[in-house]
């Protein structure tokens, strides 16, 4: 599954679990048939420009379902209407659907463990390039080198929550790679592992959103 909007990968999960609570949505109430009333449960039809629900249609070779899917009662239930029908209803379980398409994104960029974390090469934006290290993955700290003159660590553990800094790395949204304007300071960092993977950043700030791409 991908997200048509982003041209990325969806969360199947999230996905998966909307197409279960569609498939065993039952009727709780019949609601009012008024279309005058429809915005009152968010069921009128999305085409209006105060509409606050959210159709869906689920395509299949044989056949299309549409719902519009509005306001939630409470924590179990929420108010539907098949499109085309006059009749409102209240249903359960709670159907959510988000509208905006990054929150159907599978957000899993990475997930690689400190333990499989070698090296690391750091080149920021502004400063001075360092790495950390270590020879073997049961070495409890990493060993920085390049820290600048007149300046010392904090203590030998200092460097070692770098190396868990791509466990369970998520996404929050993404676009096409886009080139910085020109002059953006760029940061770099380069992640090796013991088993020979190696995984580059390069990353900067945009509009106050922080944006990364990531090569391997």
Not at 58 to 78: E, F, N, Q, R, Y
Request: net charge negative.
């Amino acid at each position: 599954w991908v997200v048509g909007e982003r041209g990325y990968p969806a969360d199947s999960g999230k996905l998966r679990q909307l197409l279960l609570d569609l498939a065993s949505l039952k009727a709780v109430e019949r609601k009012t048939r008024l279309a005058g009333n429809y915005p009152v449960l968010g069921v009128e039809d999305v085409t209006s420009p105060h509409a606050t629900g959210a159709r869906v249609d689920i395509v299949s070779p044989g056949k299309t379902w549409s719902l519009i899917v509005g306001h939630s009662m409470d924590a179990s239930d929420c108010y539907v209407r098949v499109v085309d029908s006059a009749q409102s209803l209240l249903a359960t379980p709670l159907v959510t659907v988000d509208a905006d398409p990054k929150l159907w994104l599978d957000p899993t960029v990475l997930d690689i463990a400190q333990t499989r974390v070698s090296r690391i090469d750091e080149h920021p934006a502004k400063g001075s390039a360092f790495s950390v290290s270590r020879a073997k993955s049961t070495q409890a700290d990493f060993t920085v080198q390049g820290i600048p003159r007149g300046r010392e660590l904090t203590g030998p553990d200092a460097a070692d929550t770098m190396g868990s800094a791509l466990a369970n790395l998520t996404l929050t949204d993404v676009r096409k790679t886009t080139l910085p304007p020109p002059g953006t300071p760029l940061s770099r960092a380069v992640f090796k592992t013991f088993d020979g993977l190696e995984i580059d950043l390069t990353g900067y700030t945009d509009a106050k959103a922080h944006y990364i791409d990531v090569s391997a």
